[in-house]
């Protein structure tokens, strides 16, 4: 699958145009930063339904990748409610991509962990991921890219709240 972005971009060599002729390069760079989310998320969530999975659903897979954890703490890994992450677990079960066990620890509380089958998938988006990206950038730029983005989310001007949890 062609990432959207990288479709665009063939758009406009195939129209006989080169990229800076769209006058881009004169954007602000939060709304290039704003516009290239966006695309790379429509790209993103195109990948997901083709392997029928959801954005959300794949943070949980994440989180419980490498051990189980209570639907509670991954709500709060994700920053959403617990009614919220109930609903995304239940569609994840349903897959069969998760089981919820009793904690062995407290019989009161429940772990999320995930199953072969969701292992799989996750693996294989992961890897997908790599592939999207590598097309669009070449793995040497993906990796300045990453620290880059990596420096904002973690910017304390703009996320203040980033080191709360």
Sequence with gaps: MVPYFVQQAEQLQTE???VTEDGLENWPT????????RLVEHSWEQVLRSQDMTHAGLIVLHSIAMS?????????????????MSRTVDRLERAGYVTRDTDPRDERR???????????????????????????????????????LLRLVRSPELNPKYNEN
């Design 16 to 18: 006989g145009r080169s």
């Design 30 to 37: 939060g709304r290039l930063l704003s516009t290239a989310a």
């Design 68 to 84: 189980p954890a209570s639907q509670r703490d991954i709500a709060k890994k994700a920053r959403v409610t617990d009614q919220t």
């Design 110 to 148: 429940r772990l999320i962990a995930i199953t072969a089958s969701g292992q799989a998938t996750y693996e294989r988006l992961l890897e997908l991921e790599k592939d999207e990206a590598a097309l669009a950038f070449g793995a040497g730029d993906v990796s300045a890219l990453r620290e880059q």
